[in-house]
C-alpha cells in the first residue's frame, strides 16, 4: 500500500507543476482586467491667480492651508500684486488666468471696452475702506477735508471711497488736493505729515487708525459697501473652464469649512496678518461676509461705480452692458442656491 500511496503524491505534484503556467497565466489576465477597471488617474491641471495681500481674500486662503486645491487636483500658482488692480491688469494681458480684485478696477476695463468678466464675489464688507485722518489736522467731518493734501490710490476703491466722503461733506474733488501713491506709500507720506489724510482700505486703514497716541482718527461712509471678486478675461477663461470649476469648488468647500468652524476665520487672519491686533480682527469681522454669489447687489453696485466714473470724465464704450460682465454659468452649475440674479435689462447711461 505504502508504494501506491508514494505514487498517488507523485502524480498530485506533477499535476500541479503542469498546471502552474495556466495558473499563473490566468492571474496575469486577472490582475490586468482588474487595472483596466480602475479609473483614469486625474490630471492635475494649473490655475494663475493673482491677488492682494488682504483680509478679504480669505477663502483663498483657507482653501490653500486646507489642500482643497490640491484635494480638487489643482495646482493654484498665486501671485500677490499691491492691488486688485494691478492683479486684473495682468489677467487680462494674458499674464493670468484670473484675479481678485475690488469692483472698480472691473468697472473701469468694462467702461473701456475690454472684454472681463466676474465669476463669483468673495466677500462683502461695509466701513473698511475710509479716509485716515491724521491727529494734528483738526478735521472732525467730511466738510473739514477742503483745501487738505488727500493721498488716494486711482482707479481703486480708494478713489471710490474718497469720492462718497466728500459728497456726504457737499465737497467736489476739484475742491482738496489729491496726492496719489500706492496704499503703503499713503500711510508712510501720512506718518511723515506730509499729507492731511489718506484714502485707505483694510488691513492698511485699521493699522494707520486707533486709540494709540499718535494714530490717524478714522472717517468712513455711511453708504459704502466694498465688495471683492474674481474676474478675468472672458475669451481666456473660456478655454480655462476645468480649471475655474476646480477652483470655484475648492472654494465652496472653504466656504462650509468656515461655516462649520468658525474659529477657523480669526486663526487664519491672525496667521497671515500677524501686525493686526484683536481689536483690528474683530473689527473686520464685525463688518464682513465671505461667501460666493452672485447678487443683484453686486449689479447694481457695478451700475453705481460706472455712473459715478462718467459724471467724473470717463469715458464709456456704449457697447457695455454691466450685466453681461457678470457671468453665473460656472457658480450656478456648482451651487445653485449661491446666484440670485434677476434679469433685469440695462438701458445705456446717458
Not at 491641471?45 to 491677488?51: A, D, E, I, S, V
Not at 468673495?122 to 467730511?142: K, Y
Not at 471678486?229 to 476645468?242: E, S, Y
Amino acid at each position: 500500500m505504502a508504494p501506491r500511496k508514494a505514487t498517488y503524491a507523485g502524480a498530485l505534484v506533477h499535476e500541479a507543476r503542469q498546471s502552474a503556467p495556466a495558473l499563473r497565466h490566468g492571474l496575469r489576465l486577472l490582475f490586468l482586467t482588474l487595472a483596466a477597471c480602475r479609473p483614469p488617474a486625474v490630471p492635475e491641471l494649473t490655475f494663475r491667480l493673482g491677488y492682494p495681500e488682504l483680509p478679504s481674500t480669505l477663502l483663498i486662503y483657507v482653501a490653500q492651508d486646507a489642500q482643497l486645491f490640491e484635494a480638487e487636483h489643482l495646482r493654484l500658482e498665486g501671485t500677490v500684486y499691491p492691488t486688485g488692480r494691478q492683479a486684473l491688469n495682468a489677467a487680462m494681458a494674458g499674464e493670468l488666468d484670473a484675479a481678485v480684485p475690488y469692483s472698480t478696477p472691473v468697472v473701469l476695463a468694462a467702461m473701456h471696452g475690454e472684454d472681463v468678466v466676474v465669476l463669483t464675489t468673495l466677500h462683502r464688507a461695509d466701513g473698511l475702506t475710509g479716509l485716515a485722518i491724521h491727529p494734528a489736522t483738526g478735521i472732525r467731518t467730511a466738510a473739514d477735508l477742503r483745501g487738505r493734501r488727500i493721498g488716494v490710490t486711482p482707479g481703486t476703491s480708494s478713489q471710490l471711497a474718497l469720492d462718497v466722503v466728500l459728497a456726504e461733506g457737499g465737497l467736489e474733488a476739484s475742491e482738496i488736493q489729491q496726492v496719489p501713491g500706492q496704499p503703503k506709500e499713503l500711510v508712510a507720506a501720512l506718518d511723515r505729515g506730509t499729507l492731511d489724510a489718506a484714502s485707505l482700505w483694510v488691513p492698511n486703514l485699521l493699522l494707520a487708525t486707533g486709540a494709540g497716541p499718535g494714530k490717524a482718527r478714522l472717517l468712513t461712509a455711511e453708504v459704502y459697501t466694498e465688495m471683492s471678486m474674481v474676474a478675468g478675461q472672458r475669451a481666456h477663461l473660456d478655454t480655462k473652464r476645468t480649471e475655474a470649476t476646480r477652483f470655484l469648488r475648492a472654494l465652496l468647500r472653504a466656504q462650509s469649512l468656515i461655516h462649520q468652524r468658525p474659529e477657523l476665520v480669526p486663526a487664519t487672519l491672525r496667521g497671515r496678518f500677524p501686525e493686526l491686533g484683536e481689536s483690528d480682527l474683530a473689527t473686520i469681522l464685525a463688518h464682513s461676509r465671505f461667501e460666493l454669489g452672485l447678487s443683484n447687489l453686486l449689479l447694481s453696485s457695478l451700475r453705481q461705480e460706472a455712473a459715478w466714473l462718467e459724471q467724473r470724465g470717463e469715458p464709456r464704450d456704449q457697447r457695455v452692458r454691466l450685466r453681461n460682465v457678470v457671468s453665473p454659468a460656472l457658480l450656478e452649475e456648482l451651487a445653485p442656491g449661491s446666484v440670485t440674479l434677476l434679469n433685469i435689462p440695462e438701458r445705456p447711461l446717458r
